[in-house]
């Protein structure tokens, strides 16, 4: 096992990954930009290094400043944590060239399933169910109309390169299609620096639903069900939960063990999620992360696995030491992302939190770096604490999750806590009776 870890990130995943690292006796290296040099992820690890000024491109993005942290440090390994490098083949392959493990996959998985249409194609060669649509790229208009004309209106177009929503233009009829294909070419060649596209039938109402899957490099791989992260703004997530409410235990049980079974087959190492889309009770693949990602919490808390610390023991080359019949799933759970942004505008809302208070109780978890007189820096994701709630079903995790948003004060700065309130009070989200635009839609009527 390793001795010492670099933690690549800031903020509550930084700590997150420092608490795995302790309870396994594995020392930790914080590093830092100059803004964050009084942060909780710097105080709590055993040693920390400055890496560069504020914006992340010269401190979290800058790798030979975080390589050379690691040198001077000696550290065995890196967590690249999420966003930033953790999903960046090329850094994972300079971490393992300059004699550290990367803790995550390989680089070549990285960069298989960081091209969407390579990943596409990979996994429906391995049996998972996708969306009709081009086989491969697209490259011209006249192409892209015959497609179009094949699968039937309205038709998406996608970035290659894509996630995120960057580069994805829906085409409603053979009108469309010549400006959507111009639009998502030119989006995703300015946000990517690849112009490549391709093409999928529009399904119009679906959840997202994803896996949580774990592989080691032994050639066993498991999945830990699904969580459903329908509840998105502008493609970011804002509450998560696990199971499903629009899953039943065969739909799991059937699409875990598919997702399991491709991670197994191209000899995946690390803990990965592959999201579908989910309509009139049929899955398609969309796409796969190959990283850890914010949402794991809620996994954890129905199967009580500590997905952190199987992440770094596979990344050490240990076995999965369990079967997956040994998994169990155990009631609900509800994650609430909350942001220092005004909760009807979303503007960021950086500055000194006063008055915090977390709440407590049974069954309820903060995943937080935030500290009374801490001051939220202005140039970061604004997302300062996961509420992360469980019950014996979802009933009693919907009355613990009001309980414990009560609860929660932060001051100082503007929070979506009151958004959250507001959100778990709707009689949809109660009913689980959501889909991916519901958020939107319900922001829209305000
Ligand atoms: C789709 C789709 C509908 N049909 N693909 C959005 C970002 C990227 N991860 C995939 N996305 C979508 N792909 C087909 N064929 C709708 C979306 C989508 C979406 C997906 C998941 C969660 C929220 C979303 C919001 C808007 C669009």
């Known amino acids: 096992m390793f001795e010492k870890v670099l933690i690549a990130n800031r903020g509550e995943i930084a700590l997150r990954i ?32 400055c890496i560069g000024p504020p914006p992340a491109r010269d401190s979290y993005l800058n790798i030979p400043a975080i390589l050379t942290a690691a040198a001077i440090t ?70 892209a109309t015959k497609i179009a004309e094949e699968i039937g209106y309205p038709v998406l177009i996608k970035a290659a390169a894509g996630g995120g929503g960057k580069g994805m233009k829906v085409a ?11 639009l998502a070419r030119g989006e ?9 596209v391709y093409m999928e039938k529009y399904l119009e ?75 009139h009770g049929k899955f398609y693949f969309i796409e796969m992360n190959t990283r850890l ?14 997905l952190v610390r199987e992440q770094i023991r596979v990344a050490a080359g240990q076995p999965i030491s369990y079967k997956q019949k040994d998994i169990v799933f155990n009631g609900h759970a509800i994650e609430c992302r909350i942001n220092a942004e005004n909760p009807e505008t979303f503007a960021p809302s950086p500055g000194t939190i ?31 604490a996961k509420l992360i709630v469980h019950g014996a079903n979802r009933n009693e995790c919907l009355l613990r999750l009001r309980r414990a948003l009560e609860e929660f004060v932060i001051g100082g700065v503007d929070t979506t806590l009151p958004l959250h309130r507001r959100l778990i009070a709707q009689p949809d989200f109660i009913n689980g009776n959501y889909d991916i635009h519901w958020l939107e839609t319900f922001l829209a009527k305000l």
């Open 18 to 49: 420092h608490r795995a690292c302790r309870e396994m006796g594995i020392h930790t290296v914080a590093v830092h930009s100059t803004a964050d040099a009084d942060a909780m992820h710097v105080r709590l690890a055993d040693e920390s290094v």
């Open 74 to 143: 000696g550290v065995d390994a890196i967590h690249p944590g999420i966003g930033f490098m953790s999903e960046n083949a090329n850094f994972a392959e300079m971490v393992e060239q300059h004699g550290f493990t990367f803790i995550g996959p390989t680089p070549e998985h990285i960069r298989l399933m960081g091209d969407k249409v390579t990943a596409k194609k990979t996994v429906k060669a391995l049996g998972l169910p996708t969306v009709p649509g081009s086989d491969g790229a697209v490259t011209t208009i006249e192409e």
């Open 172 to 182: 409603h009829t053979a009108k469309d299609i010549a400006e959507s294909y111009q």
């Open 188 to 196: 995703a060649r300015a946000a990517f620096g690849n112009d490549e």
């Open 205 to 279: 109402k679906p959840r997202h639903i994803e896996v949580q899957l774990l592989g080691d490099t032994h050639g066993n791989a498991v999945h830990f069900g699904e969580r459903d992260c329908s509840i998105q703004r502008r493609h970011q997530k804002v509450i998560e939960e696990a199971p499903s409410p629009g899953l039943n235990a065969n739909e799991r049980e059937q699409i875990g063990a598919l997702a399991a079974k491709v991670i197994q087959k191209i000899g995946y190492r690390g803990v990965g999620t592959i999201e579908f889309l989910y309509e």
């Open 293 to 306: 990602q914010i949402e794991h919490t809620i996994t954890e808390m129905i199967t009580g696995i500590d």
């Open 354 to 384: 006063v008055g915090y208070h977390a709440p407590g109780g049974l069954d309820v978890r903060v995943d937080s770096a935030l500290y009374d007189g801490y001051r939220v820096p202005p140039h970061y994701d604004s997302m300062i």
